[in-house]
């Protein structure tokens, strides 16, 4: 058997198409695939399949549909005796993560993400908000700009703090555009809105995180078997307690992805040699490739990628 450490994508990694070759070949991923619908009571392997995009990328429906493909690789990973040694997720992707970790139940873990994005999705309505990304200055820079635009005009907080050059600003519609503005005067490189349906990770979504805590206390979780690192303390964390309570915190707390990421990578000589990025897309293991290149990202999220993972974890083993 092999461990090495995976990571699991969040929100913006779905795409029309997602899983479908997944479907194709009898195994574990469409074994675990073809439970899907039944899980959730509705058809959501036909909206990743076949779109249309503007459904697929509705919270209610991006957030699970991310999940299942990310179980639905670890399933096959498993079949092939390859195991996480340690796990992290970005935002929802910790979800999938938990599921790696044996915290959560694959059923489980669907259904806790058709709630979280159908609580984010309503509160978006409820409470229009907006998010952007920040190029090219750090996280307090962002943090000292944040607070004075939210003194001065409305709440805009950081949400995520993805690598030492991006961050991304969450809050009231009016709040992110100025502070925006300021962010640009304060030296940030870009300054790029972002195509999402509420301000997520910020103090607007205290209502559906109170609902969402609720629901939680209905789904049974477990001690992790491997060390997962939490969104919103970038530590190790195996107690189902302290794995619950995190889960709850998350929709109003910001992702510490980069300290995770350093957590994991930011000693070279204690590095992994290799870290599987499991799921839809690429985009944590690129990245990650720039800020740590001692360690190789492999993205495994296809058929193709499934089919050559053994041959490559022996070469950069």
């Not at 978006?124 to 952007?132: D, K, R, S, Y």
């Not at 607007?204 to 997962?228: C, M, N, S, T, Y």
Request: glycine share 10%; aromatic share 4%.
């Amino acid at each position: 058997m092999i461990q090495i450490p995976m990571l699991f994508p969040g929100q913006g990694s779905q795409t029309v198409g997602m899983t479908a070759d997944l479907m194709e070949k009898p195994g574990p991923a469409a074994e675990f695939l073809g439970t899907v619908n039944e899980t959730l009571g509705t058809d959501l392997l036909t909206t990743m399949h076949e779109g249309p995009t503007e459904i697929l990328t509705e919270t209610r429906n991006a957030q699970p549909a991310i999940v299942a493909h990310s179980v639905a690789i670890v399933k096959a990973l498993e079949a092939r005796g390859i195991r996480p040694s340690a796990v992290a997720g970005h935002s929802v992707g910790e979800f999938a993560a938990a599921v790696a970790a044996g915290a959560l139940l694959p059923a489980d873990g669907l259904q806790v993400v058709r709630r979280r994005g159908e609580l984010m999705f309503a509160a978006g309505q409820e409470v229009p908000g907006t998010m952007a990304a920040v190029l090219g200055l750090s996280g307090e820079q962002v943090t000292e700009v944040c607070a004075r635009v939210t003194a001065e005009v409305g709440v805009v907080v950081l949400a995520n703090h993805n690598s030492a050059a991006q961050v991304v600003i969450s809050g009231e519609v009016e709040a992110v555009a100025a502070a925006g503005e300021a962010l640009k005067e304060a030296g940030a490189r870009r300054v790029l809105p972002l195509n999402v349906s509420g301000a997520f990770h910020s103090p607007l979504l205290e209502d559906a995180a109170a609902h969402f805590k609720e629901f939680l206390k209905g789904i049974p979780v477990r001690d992790a078997q491997v060390p997962l690192l939490a969104n919103v303390t970038a530590t190790a964390v195996t107690d189902a307690g302290t794995l619950a309570d995190g889960f709850g915190r998350q929709l109003t707390a910001p992702v510490r992805w980069h300290e995770t990421m350093e957590a994991l990578c930011g000693n070279e000589s204690g590095a992994p040699a290799v870290i599987l990025e499991v799921g839809p897309g690429k985009v944590l293991a690129n990245m990650a490739k720039r800020a740590y290149p001692h360690v190789k990202f492999i993205s495994v999220g296809t058929g193709t990628d499934l089919d050559g993972i053994e041959a490559l974890l022996r070469e950069s083993l």
